[in-house]
């Protein structure tokens, strides 16, 4: 290969290479692999594209690998405008287009496929890109992108394209040490430079003083804008004055606000005055997305000109037009169509794709000049704007409400400023009066997003490595995987723990002399022991004596509360309601009334008697309080009430219930070093040894769970699969039987489930329909928004209710043995998806599937995006029954059920 490819390359583009480009590409043309990190809308595929062109020079082969098919779909677009479509090639799990050419762009996982399935395809393979290489601190995906890294064969050269992380070093380091020659390239410069802003009510101010800053060139320290914070007080002053204002009564009673933060419009409105779209707007819900291009379609906002409407229009009827006119209803497309005209439009997982791809087009086209996303947009295909604007600081994250990470922030706001386009990008934070701007402050000049290994063994992972390679040869790769690198680092550290503790441990044993006190003070730590759990024994029962005292207690009886600051006598107003923690109302005879709880009332306080009451008490008038405890008090006159009472009671001396406590103390007393004259300054330096041994037994623990954890996985699972017949013979040279074949052609989260299903048969005699939908309980997971279940659904037929019992009986087994063996169990399936999919299989119907998937009768239907992404997710696991299934007839159901699926709104747009 010339030496000159650099120039020849440099020569096509229309911009000059940057410092960390040039460097990457000469070390790629040098013949080593490259690692480059840098911010997002650095560049980065610029190094990758060089790797294309290598390739093609020198009559090589070129994967390029990304993490969804949006983005193959879109780099294939662009590899095909530069170098034709006759050497360029797709690969995605929808769509396979000129699949031998010298260059094929697919997703990470068709590339893990060719690997464990030895593809002639490799033949002649020089380069791997793998773009945005960062993904594989996914939780769900991301051990396929270290598979691909461990298996490819030497003679590749890797070129790893990351977002910028806290941690490149040591990435590097881990693939320097599995990939060999490799230079890391870290570049943290954005080549547009971003501006951080806070938007108050309708003004817009810097968030960093950067006059300041520019004035204090030896500070790296960026200050807060001081009129940002003197503006943000007096608001806040004024809202604690008006808050001393006299309140009304009834609605407004509550805190009143001056502050009224901006509407979308408004916002949208400002940035266009400003000369700052196009614009992203990140919130974290669907809803609020679409809820945001409502408000804005309901004010008079509109962003585009008569000629872009009309080429809007032109896209988005070329690009639906295959849509029925009875799906556009349902779909709401005549509202989403008036969006895009005024260059508004939301962005979300639950759109469908064709809709959401449309966005795309528009926005990147310049058409759409305001998108209202979810985070899902940052991750995804390359769509900068020049303004980024976050609404809030805290996202749902499925549980509750968090704090976004400084990372987050930066891979949100990251996406501001287009390199070619925009001098520069801003990022505007809307402030509300829970924000603080020193908190804003440190999210945006925090750098900290570490790469964290998500790998770890799968059923079907465990059974390639044995058919490929064996136990032996599959322990060297699995130690070899960054998730191991990364605990051994981890190791370093608790180990150097481990001798510091050691030779503490000398020091103070050289100090004590022999080990008498030694075991004196652990007698004496035993006893400590056992008396506190002898005292919370005693404190259980006394509470659990009060508890019944209070819970038999009735209306009227009078009696003595024992402990507390309302101790004295009372009477019952209302009896406990619950058994489990009673709580009677009573009246003191100091004329309070309130409940009581065990912390008032002593088990062994019987009722001192009892007194009639009105039949209705107003335990809330003091005056019917006075009148009561008067008639309390002339009630116990006459009583024999015990002296003393009202006083807060000391700590009750425990007897001993332990039946050990009484000969240790004797043994203690018995004991040598008892009579010591120092005895108490050796015990506590004996306590200190005692302390410090422990410690160091915990670091030796999480040691052992650290070293070699991966290795140890994959040996239980080859245990189980074994004992379940998958794998046979044992020991050092295991043997794959022909149902583990059929397990490693199974790529699935539920993968060990599905092949039992297969090779048991309990599938078989489904029609096309109905095996989809048995596949879509083992697949579907339901969001936290969104209906799902496993009980109550309505299965459409009885053969079909059958084989999900039988299935989720097999998942009970497997549950069983992977929790005996200590293996993360496989998901339990959900019924949630079954009737839609069925109905869409069987009849095409858009509206009627929807309207299936309303599993709970709530009125909230699956989302038409969600909608085809599951059905997407279904298609592809059929497929993988139509090729690896034993029987010939299920084969060719699931060859049926993929044709019924994949019509209407799932086969539009499928890229």
């Known amino acids: 290969m010339p030496p000159d490819e650099l120039a020849a390359f440099a020569e096509q583009l229309t911009f000059a290479l940057d410092d960390f480009q040039r460097r990457s590409c000469e070390a790629l043309e040098s013949g080593h692999g490259v690692l480059v990190c840098a911010p997002t809308g650095a560049g980065k595929t610029v190094v990758g594209e060089f790797a294309v062109h290598l390739a093609l020079a020198s009559g090589g082969k070129c994967f390029y690998t990304t993490p ?147 004035a204090n060139k030896a500070s790296r320290e960026l200050l807060v804008d001081p009129e940002l914070l003197r503006h943000i007080a007096h608001r806040r002053e004024a809202d604690r004055l008006v808050d001393w204002q006299p309140r009304g009564r009834g609605r407004n009673r509550g805190r009143p606000s001056m502050y009224r933060p901006p509407s979308r419009p408004d916002v949208i409105g400002m940035l266009e005055r400003e000369g700052l779209l196009p614009a992203i707007t990140f919130i974290f819900s669907r809803a609020g997305c679409d809820g945001a291009v409502k408000q804005c379609l309901r004010s008079s906002l509109r962003l585009t000109t008569d000629e872009e409407r009309a080429r809007i229009a032109e896209i988005v009827d070329r690009r639906c037009g295959d849509l029925p006119e009875s799906d556009l209803i349902i779909l709401d497309y005549h509202e989403w169509r008036e969006g895009l005209l005024r260059g508004l439009a939301a962005h979300h997982a639950g759109m469908l794709p064709v809709f959401r791809h449309t966005v795309e087009e528009l926005f990147a086209a310049g058409l759409v000049k305001a998108v209202f996303a979810t985070e899902t947009f940052a991750l995804g295909i390359n769509m900068p704007a020049r303004t980024v604007v976050l609404e809030r600081l805290v996202k749902f994250n499925g549980e509750q409400h968090v704090p976004l990470t400084p990372g987050e922030y930066t891979q949100l706001t990251g996406r501001a400023g287009r390199r070619g386009i925009d001098v520069e990008g801003h990022a505007v934070v809307l402030w509300t009066p829970d924000v603080e701007p020193a908190e804003v402050a440190g999210l945006a000049s925090t750098r900290t997003f570490p790469l964290r290994s998500s790998f770890a063994p799968s059923h079907n992972m465990t059974i390639n490595l044995v058919q490929q390679m064996g136990p032996a040869q599959a322990h060297k790769l699995l130690e070899s995987s960054f998730a191991q690198y990364q605990a051994d680092r981890s190791v370093v550290g608790l180990r150097r723990g481990i001798e510091r503790g050691e030779r503490m441990l000398g020091e103070l044993a050289a100090e004590l002399g022999d080990d008498a006190i030694l075991d004196y003070v652990r007698l004496r730590l035993q006893i400590s022991e056992r008396e506190r759990a002898q005292s919370r024994a005693s404190r259980l029962q006394r509470r659990r004596a009060a508890n019944e005292a209070l819970a038999s207690l009735r209306r009227g009886d009078i009696i003595t509360i024992t402990h507390g600051r309302r101790g004295g006598l009372a009477v019952v107003l209302e009896p406990a309601r619950d058994e489990d923690d009673p709580r009677p109302l009573v009246l003191t005879e100091h004329r309070w009334a309130g409940r009581i709880s065990s912390a008032d009332y002593s088990g062994t306080s019987a009722p001192l008697g009892s007194m009639p009451l009105p039949k209705r008490v107003e335990h809330r008038n003091p005056r019917a309080r006075r009148d009561l405890a008067s008639a309390l008090n002339s009630a116990t006159a006459r009583l024999d009430v015990p002296t003393g009472r009202g006083k807060r009671s000391g700590p009750e001396k425990d007897r001993d219930i332990d ?3 009484a000969p240790l103390r004797e043994q203690l007393r018995a004991h040598p070093a008892h009579h010591m004259a120092d005895r108490e300054e050796k015990a506590r330096l004996a306590e200190r040894y005692l302390r410090i041994e422990r410690d160091n037994e915990q670091i030796r623990q999480n040691v052992a769970a650290a070293t070699n954890s991966l290795a140890r996985t994959f040996d239980r699972i080859v245990v189980l699969l074994t004992e379940r017949g998958f794998i046979t013979g044992g020991g050092d040279e295991p043997k794959v039987t022909d149902d583990g074949r059929l397990l490693a052609r199974i790529y699935s989260e539920s993968d060990l489930l599905v092949a039992e299903s297969l090779r048991t048969g309990i599938w078989e005699g489904l029609d096309a329909a109905e095996l989809a939908g048995v596949l879509s309980a083992v697949l579907f997971e339901a969001r936290g928004d969104t209906p799902g279940g496993r009980d109550g659904v309505d299965i459409p037929t009885g053969r079909l209710r059958r084989a999900l019992n039988q299935t989720r009986r097999l998942w009970s087994e497997l549950r069983a043995d992977e929790q005996r063996h200590r293996i993360t169990g496989s998901r339990e399936p959900d019924d949630g998806f079954v009737a839609a999919i069925f109905v869409w299989a069987t009849t095409g119907d858009l509206s009627s599937a929807l309207a299936a998937s309303d599993t709970t009768g709530s009125g909230s239907p699956l989302s038409a995006g969600d909608f085809v992404r599951w059905c997407r997710q279904v298609l592809d696991i059929l ?33």
């Open 879 to 911: 497929d993988q029954v139509r090729n690896a299934a034993p029987s010939a007839a299920l084969r060719a159901t699931a060859k049926r059920a993929i044709n019924d699926i994949r019509r209407g709104v799932v086969a539009v747009d499928a890229r």
């Open 68 to 214: 969804i098919k949006a983005l193959s779909n879109q780099k294939h677009n662009d590899l095909v405008h530069r170098y034709g479509p006759e050497k360029i090639g797709l690969l995605t799990g929808d769509q396979s287009i000129n699949g031998d050419a010298d260059v094929v762009v697919m997703t990470t996982e068709v590339l893990r496929n060719m690997l464990y399935a030895n593809s002639s395809s490799l033949q002649g393979l020089s380069y791997v890109v793998m773009d945005e290489v960062h993904f594989l601190a996914d939780r769900m995906r991301g051990a396929v992108w270290e598979e691909v890294i461990l298996h490819l064969p030497d003679e590749v050269r890797l070129v790893s394209l990351s977002a910028t992380v806290s941690n490149a070093e040591e990435f590097g380091g881990w693939i320097q040490t599995v990939r060999g020659d490799t230079t890391v390239i870290v570049d943290e410069h954005r080549p547009v430079p971003l501006w951080q802003h806070v938007l108050v009510g309708k003004r817009l101010f810097d968030l960093f003083d950067y006059r300041a800053t520019r």
């Open 659 to 661: 039946p050990a406590l």
